[in-house]
C-alpha cells in the first residue's frame, strides 16, 4: 500500500513535470492561447492529485505507527473498534464509521 502510494506519487509529479515543460514552450498568454487554458487546467488537476496521494501516504504512515504501537483498529476520537469491515475498505482509516460521519456532517 505504501509502495503504491509513492510509485503514484512519482508517476504523478512526472505528469506534473511534463506539464510544465509543455507550459514553458507556449506564449505564456492563456487568455490568447487555444493551448495555454488546457495546459494550465491539466498541471493544476496534476499538482491537485499529486497532493491526494501525499495525504494518503501520510494516512499510510499514521496507520503503521498506529500498528507499531498497539492502537491500530481503535477509534483514535472514540477509543472504540473501528470494525473489520471499514478497515477492510479503508485500511488506514483511523475513526470509527460513527466518529468519521459525525466529522463529516461538522465540515458540511
Given at each position: 500500500?505504501?509502495?503504491d502510494a509513492?510509485a503514484r506519487?512519482?508517476?504523478l509529479?512526472?505528469v506534473v513535470?511534463?506539464?510544465?515543460?509543455s507550459?514553458s514552450?507556449t506564449t505564456?498568454d492563456?487568455?490568447h492561447?487555444?493551448?495555454?487554458?488546457t495546459?494550465?487546467?491539466?498541471?493544476?488537476?496534476?499538482?491537485a492529485?499529486?497532493?491526494?496521494?501525499?495525504?494518503?501516504?501520510?494516512e499510510i504512515d499514521?496507520?503503521l505507527?498506529?500498528?507499531?504501537?498497539g492502537s491500530?483498529?481503535?477509534?483514535?476520537?472514540?477509543?472504540?473498534?473501528?470494525g473489520a469491515e471499514?478497515?477492510?475498505a479503508r485500511?488506514?482509516?483511523?475513526?470509527c464509521v460513527?466518529?468519521a460521519?459525525?466529522?463529516?456532517?461538522?465540515t458540511l
Amino acid at each position: 500500500m505504501q509502495h503504491d502510494a509513492r510509485a503514484r506519487i512519482a508517476a504523478l509529479r512526472e505528469v506534473v513535470d511534463d506539464l510544465i515543460a509543455s507550459a514553458s514552450s507556449t506564449t505564456g498568454d492563456d487568455e490568447h492561447d487555444p493551448e495555454g487554458a488546457t495546459i494550465g487546467f491539466e498541471r493544476a488537476q496534476a499538482l491537485a492529485l499529486v497532493e491526494q496521494a501525499q495525504a494518503r501516504l501520510a494516512e499510510i504512515d499514521v496507520a503503521l505507527r498506529r500498528l507499531e504501537g498497539g492502537s491500530f483498529g481503535d477509534c483514535a476520537r472514540c477509543g472504540q473498534p473501528i470494525g473489520a469491515e471499514r478497515l477492510e475498505a479503508r485500511p488506514a482509516a483511523a475513526l470509527c464509521v460513527a466518529c468519521a460521519a459525525s466529522r463529516a456532517r461538522r465540515t458540511l
